[in-house]
């Protein structure tokens, strides 16, 4: 058998029968009647709540998730030690203008890593209203100097995947504060990542340049932002006044954790099941990425619960610090490289708790094909699409020339009206569409272990 | 070219081309950035809300369906006249048991059609939990006889659409008073239809036998029923007190509100497309079905901002009465027939104002098999779903063997959690997904009526 080793992922080529209709059915079935992911989610967002690397509540979702894990009753449950950085809001920003009416109040908030204000201090500085980086490289630094730049590019809504318009747009938040720092300015103000027009600030990650000036970085939500841009044109000069708390400390020690159900018949090939357990400080992480979570623990569950015995190890990985820095994913990868690990397949959930509609595939040609011929087992599930693609951060640093990454791909009308939001909260994971994406991630998982060969 | 009239619903062969392609893209952008489809329900949810047949907001809303069909600059728009059914709630109903804990509420409302259990006055009696009518069937009457019948069979979690789950469930609702009647029972309460565990009560239409006797009828909530079905099993004896207040008065006059835009080629023959205008009396009405009225009516609105001009005559219409008695429905077919009017196709939006995911064809094989052959247009859309089946309510009534009746199917896991309950407003309509499936609609209209043959 293993002569075939190194035809590298082949697949047996009836690849769909009978028996794996029927396990699919029970996948579903289970899922949708005994799934604990959705009391999970429950648990970790109302429980512990927000937990970004490096606070007090990323320790307790370890401690919860390594809990959690031993529930199952798995093979073995460990953590793997990470170092991540740290940086906290402080309390909560305020942003405001004057105009002929008076004072106006704006819903902002420092974005993930930035620099504060200054103690007890407001920046004030009329503002500049950009569309782009490149627009701002095109303005003379005499322009620039002393004042707020207002990256106001928002996402396209005619994009059907608002995940690619979040791509096509969020080079404002990473890299909006460098560009505007060389050209001298004292504060940056970026549009909210929404296509959705609300009053919610979404913080997310974004870069300084080593050794230049490090400037302060705020969100506004989307109406907020429609609302400044009016009262810029219509007032002359209008002054911006920004006030934030934040603060980066030195770095901590965190973990991953991670959960396995040995393989029968190759217990030292593996295939990863995972999401993020650290979120934003704001709401709840959960879509972004308690679902995520509770659905990869979920997969084991429902492997437990019909008795499936995987030949592979099935490794369920909760990453830390996906958010800011990817610490996790990245010291996954290299000790799995350090230990020459055989990794089949690495599969991420990190899209949103909504219905699942597909699949994201970053592997060969060869495997995209392998995994396309499995689409009329999930076509009773409203399962469609398959398509290659990205597959997840915390796996990316697995890739390599053998392993095949799969990301699954919920409905993405919602998940930016959440997203790093005071909006992610538990109320809008819905349990159906929560549980329905936790037994499609099983279901490929349970495919990938029966006909993949490494 | 109309010698091909004959030659019933024939396609020309090559059917989806570039151009095709082109339109359908421009549908899709415009729908994401100029649909008035939002705003026009906020306006309906908001501004007139709930509107059952015969009632003042269901006047206002025929006044609304007016102006707003007035406001496109169609070639037509007017009323049908129909009598509708007449049934009020009256005040907000109550219900309640003792246990040795002390008095319990329970979440309840009265089953649209319902008799009130009589002015002032509390129904009490013991419970009998059922899971079925033939349960009630099989019992004997002196077991039923002066006791309220409780009707708990939960929609199948495990149906992945949530319509068959209802379908298979909701007999009890509708049959349920006309079963437990027969058996002497003082009333009857039904689990309501919701997959969901949550407070919420749904109504509902329900039915009496002509000349039998009418007991009242309530819905109690999911969380509700598992409550007091545990209290029935702990607490020996347990008695459940009802009061409603509700009544039918005589018949009104009311309308189906039409608007068309006249065909350049074939102004006599008909492509219709609605949904319904009339709701339940619980919450706005806004995914059952503001969301189908809106979407229908952006259909034209599409046609219009991109100056398609259709080759037949689309008509909207914006049916009353679906809820309780489908007149709007029926009076519209009757029209159409009486008129011998041709009906190339008829397309219903009445499945809430979700993501898209596909269209239900009630036709013929042939019919089926030619729609089925755009399907790759949609695909960039996430429309994959073509399947035969159910189109609508409201549109039913017109079947006969050369009309096409299309339904447009959008993700159904949401949609119980909000049917006919205080919880379908607006603020849970996703603006994105709504104008996804009015683009929807728009192209299958469009692709009818440039392909399609009478």
Same mark, same amino acid.
């Given at each position: 058998m293993r002569i075939l080793t190194l035809l590298f992922c082949l697949l047996i080529s009836n690849a769909t029968n009978a028996q794996d209709e029927k396990t699919l059915r029970s996948l579903y079935d289970v899922a949708l009647t005994e799934s604990e992911a959705y009391k999970n989610l429950r648990d970790l967002c109302k429980n512990i709540g927000a937990r970004l690397s490096g606070s007090e509540e990323a320790d307790s979702a370890v401690v919860w998730g390594l809990n959690t894990l031993a529930d199952l009753g798995l093979d073995t449950v460990y953590l793997q030690e990470i170092t991540v950085p740290h940086w906290e809001r402080g309390r909560r920003e305020k942003a405001y203008f004057y105009n002929e009416k008076g004072k106006n109040m704006l819903d902002v908030c420092a974005l993930g890593g930035s620099v504060a204000t200054g103690m007890n201090q407001f920046i004030k500085g009329k503002v500049i209203e950009v569309q782009s980086l490149e627009q701002v490289n095109l303005l003379p630094d005499s322009i620039v100097k002393g004042k707020v730049v207002f990256y106001n590019r928002p996402m396209d809504p005619k994009k059907i995947s608002t995940f690619s318009a979040y791509g096509s747009c969020v080079d404002q938040r990473y890299s909006g504060a460098i560009e505007a720092a060389k050209k001298g300015a004292i504060a940056i103000i970026v549009r909210s990542m929404n296509v959705r027009n609300d009053d919610f600030p979404h913080t997310g990650s974004m870069g300084y340049e080593a050794g230049a000036d490090s400037i302060p970085a705020f969100a506004i939500s989307t109406n907020g932002a429609d609302y400044l841009s009016e009262n810029i044109k219509s007032f002359k000069g209008l002054e911006l006044s920004l006030k934030s708390y934040c603060k980066t400390y030195p770095d901590k020690i965190s973990y991953n954790v991670i959960g396995e159900l040995r393989g029968t018949k190759y217990p030292t090939e593996y295939i990863t099941v995972g999401g993020h357990l650290d979120s934003w400080d704001? %709401? =709840? %992480?959960a879509h972004d990425d308690g679902a995520g979570i509770v659905q990869s623990i979920e997969v084991l569950h429902l492997f437990k619960v019909l008795n499936i015995k995987p030949k592979h190890t099935i490794r369920v990985v909760l990453f830390m @610090? =996906? =958010? @800011? %820095?990817n610490r996790g994913g990245l010291s996954y990868a290299e000790n799995a490289s350090e230990k020459n690990e055989k990794h089949l397949m690495a599969l991420e959930s990190d899209r949103g708790g909504f219905s699942p509609r597909g699949f994201s595939v970053n592997g060969s040609q060869k495997q995209f094909n392998a995994i396309k011929k499995w689409a009329p087992l999930f076509e009773p599930y409203g399962i469609y699409e398959f398509k290659m693609g990205f597959a997840g951060v915390d796996i990316n640093p697995l890739k390599d020339d053998k392993i095949c990454l799969i990301g699954l791909s919920p409905?993405?009308?919602?998940?930016f009206d959440h997203h790093h939001s005071d909006n992610d909260v538990f109320e809008e994971v819905n349990k159906r569409e929560l549980e329905l994406g936790a037994a499609s991630m099983a279901s490929i998982v349970y495919l990938i272990d029966k006909y993949w060969l490494y």
């Open positions: 704001l %709401g =709840e %992480g @610090n =996906e =958010e @800011n %820095g409905d993405s009308q919602r998940y």
